[in-house]
């Protein structure tokens, strides 16, 4: 294909909206009860290269009697683009929203009622602080009962400090510290509360000098605040996809005193009120280690402020049943009752929709998903004459999970309010769709209705597999973990060869790739090839043990697991073609992608990786999360770490660099010049080690992006030439 058919799919797979929260408003009529359903959406626009963001309304009628029986959904309202805005939240009585928005340079506080706009702050203007905190580490805007107040999150003023104008020259080329990838602009946050009648801002004192508040909400009483405060002594660290950093959970009244609610050396996040105020659930883990993990869902009474464990971490969850909790908790995941909590997460291949009671601390899916029926392959079919030469000993066992039986791949909770739950779809051949249904009571099924239908469905096959190591690879500190993958590939191959295979692989690494639309994928796929995405050990929805058997770890077993994975796909499906195997991935999946064409040089021919890690010797120092650098290679970290010989040596020695040489593939490098997690002076390493070998290589530089390379424009750069690559390659 020529590039503009190449950049024409790329624009079909990744312009379907996404829908990103909801809001459902209940009205009571003398014979029935309507449900006002309002959901905001996300969608990519390669003409404009930026994200359109708007909103569209679905009413729902119900019987008075029977509340939970949707009798008729009234057509949905047309869509309303939503420009600048920063927060939105709804007043618990009146329904009045508030937004902060972005106009020019400034930052707006709004607030409408059904008459129009009633008020309206010039928060820069106005000079308290600093910019309005927007993001979901620490980001919040939340009403108090009265509706007369605001309560928000913003960076502290540095024009309060005292000296007056010689001190601020004097400080103004003084290093302040951030919070590193994605959150640059954040370095001292203030919890603050806006009068709405007066219109006067006040920025809350009596937080503790070593915390930085953050995840603000109002106590039952509105005299005092909840919030999440993150320890920034001796430096800050990483906060992005990091839920091990040192925090606690505070409460802080009007007066200025503080007291902390959780216990010391622990990571809190996602602070959640009961709708009967007497309880407030968060999430709890454990400090540095792995930088993402299984966590705790933990319930605090109020009352008597003891605090117990709702959901427990789980270490080794049985196959087909709940395996713990990975994912944000929602804005609103209260059951009306306060007696029940809703929530999404990563469950193995998946990402699925749960329900927990609070009497027993039963776990139960609310997807449409029937139990998964497994078909092994034991042994496995003989290799392919190409792949006999690679490990021709060793054994495989494969389960192959069919998609054929299930609705939707993935479920994410947008919210649930009056027990009406909203939520988000999708699978590997199906963009997002908008769906809701009533929580049910105990004795009953669940009953989901879909309010906006995908604009279609794709001509794809996906399946599951669940993959068990060889004894040889097997981790001897925890013994007998399995991990999985997802194929996709097109149900009708272009011709009647066999279909090349790209090897997707997902960055954290304690992250996941569920069975959910991914636009890259179906990019692939639409383009004639097989897309596999493997969930190696120390992949979430797999348990703490297995996020655990990492450590110590990388470069070997999570690329021999890459490696095992591609295999099974081969073994299990004869249409894919051995010959033509790429790679492909960002972050820790870059390094993967860079370690398995030095590691196995003979068995993929194209590789393409954005921001890698190529030399962890070298990144020690310049991460913004140095931590997981010890602790990646199985050492412990504590601040005062100062690199020794063994440390580097380890790090060199489980480095992509070090096969570097033996690198036969052809090689494309994707750097962000702006990344504070991955140097890109990491693929810049790896680039000229190929340049002066003369292997063929590519490097596109993007001045203006980080880590995650996630600008529109960026995105459709590097799918494009991704694909070109690959054409060319394969």
């Known amino acids: 294909m020529e590039t503009g058919q190449i950049a024409g799919v790329y624009a079909e797979v990744s312009g379907f909206p996404t829908p990103v929260s909801a809001h459902v408003k209940v009205e009571e009529l003398p014979e029935y009860r309507v449900y006002s359903v309002t959901a905001d959406w996300s969608q990519s626009d390669l003409v404009r290269g930026s994200r359109l963001h708007y909103s569209q309304q679905w009413t729902l009628i119900a019987d008075t009697n029977n509340h939970k029986t949707v009798r008729t959904v009234l057509p949905p309202g047309p869509f309303t683009p939503v420009s600048g805005e920063l927060l939105r939240a709804f007043s618990p009585i009146r329904g009045l929203k508030a937004i902060v928005r972005e106009s020019g340079n400034q930052q707006l506080l709004e607030i409408w009622d059904c008459h129009g706009l009633r008020k309206c702050l010039n928060l820069t203007a106005l000079n308290i602080h600093g910019r309005v905190y927007d993001d979901a580490q620490f980001g919040s805007l939340s009403w108090s009962e009265c509706e007369d107040k605001l309560l928000y999150v913003a960076e502290k003023s540095r ?16 290093y302040c510290e951030d919070w590193g990838e994605a959150l640059t602009s954040k370095s001292v946050p203030v919890v603050c509360v806006v009068d709405l009648h007066s219109g006067v801002v006040d920025v809350l004192q009596g937080v503790p000098e070593d915390v930085s508040p953050g995840q603000a909400l109002w106590a039952p009483d509105y005299q005092s605040v909840f919030f999440v405060g993150w320890y920034h002594e001796p430096f800050r660290l990483g906060l992005k996809f990091c839920s091990n950093r040192s925090s606690s959970l505070f409460v802080l009244d009007m007066e200025g005193r503080c007291e902390r609610l959780s216990g010391a050396n622990l990571s809190v996040s996602c602070p959640r009120l009961s709708p009967d105020g007497s309880t407030l659930i968060f999430l709890q883990g454990r400090v540095f280690g792995p930088h993402h993990q299984c966590l705790s869902l933990q319930q605090l009474d109020l009352k008597s402020r003891k605090t117990s464990a709702l959901i ?24 009306a009752d306060s007696q029940r909590v809703v929530f999404s997460s990563a469950c193995r291949n998946w990402k699925d929709l749960f329900v927990v009671d609070r009497k027993s601390k039963k776990v139960l899916s609310l997807s ?111 013994p007998g973990l399995d991990f999985g993958s997802v194929l996709v590939k097109p149900s009708r191959p272009f011709c009647d060869s066999r279909i090349p295979l790209v090897v997707f692989i997902h960055g954290g690494p304690h992250s996941q790739f569920p069975a959910e639309w991914n636009s890259t994928t179906a990019g692939l796929v639409k383009l004639g090839c097989a897309v596999l995405m493997v969930n ?32 099974a796909a081969l073994w299990s499906d004869e249409t894919l073609d051995p010959k ?65 010989a063994e440390v580097l040596a380890a790090l060199l020695q489980k480095s992509p ?33 190929l340049k002066t070998r003369a292997s063929p290589v590519r490097l596109l530089w993007f001045p203006e992006d980080g880590h995650s390379l996630s600008r529109v424009d960026t995105q459709a750069d590097c799918f494009v030439n991704t694909a070109l690559w690959l054409q060319q390659h394969l």
């Open 159 to 174: 024009n309060s400090s005292a000296g007056g104008e010689s001190a601020c020259r004097e400080d103004r080329n003084v």
């Open 312 to 335: 427990d971490v789980l270490n080794r969850p049985q196959a087909g049943e709940f395996a713990g909790v990975y994912e944000t908790l929602s804005p609103c995941c209260w059951s």
């Open 368 to 478: 449409d998903t029937p139990s998964l029926a497994s078909e092994s392959f034991l042994p496995p079919p003989p290799l392919p004459p190409p792949l006999s030469h690679l490990h021709q000993e060793q054994k495989t066992d494969v389960e192959d999970l069919s998609a054929a039986s299930r609705d939707c791949g993935s479920w994410k909770l947008l919210t649930i309010q009056r027990d009406l739950m909203v939520v988000c779809c999708s699978s590997p051949n199906t963009p997002p769709t908008l769906r809701v249904g009533f929580l049910p009571e105990k004795s009953e099924a669940m009953t989901w209705q879909t309010l906006q239908q995908p604009a279609m469905t794709f001509d794809f096959s996906w399946t599951s597999l669940d993959i068990k190591p060889p004894p040889e690879e097997d981790n001897t500190q925890y």
């Open 536 to 567: 190696y050990r120390g992949s979430t929805g797999f348990g703490q043990d297995s996020i655990l058997s990492l450590i110590g770890n990388i470069g070997s077993q999570d690329v021999k697991d890459v490696q095992r994975g591609v295999l």
């Open 580 to 644: 033509r195997v790429a790679v492909i991935g960002g972050s820790h999946g870059g390094f993967l992608c860079c370690h398995l064409v030095g590691q196995y040089p003979d068995f993929y021919k194209a590789c393409a990786a954005r921001n890698p890690v190529i030399n962890a010797a070298t990144l020690l120092g310049t991460s913004d999360i140095v931590d997981w650098r010890y602790t990646s290679a199985g050492f412990q970290f504590s601040y005062d770490s100062v690199p020794t």
């Open 657 to 689: 660099i070090t096969h570097a040489v033996q690198i036969k593939a052809a090689v494309l490098l994707m750097l962000g010049g702006k990344d504070r997690r991955v140097s890109p002076h990491q693929g810049l390493e790896l680039y000229k080690v």
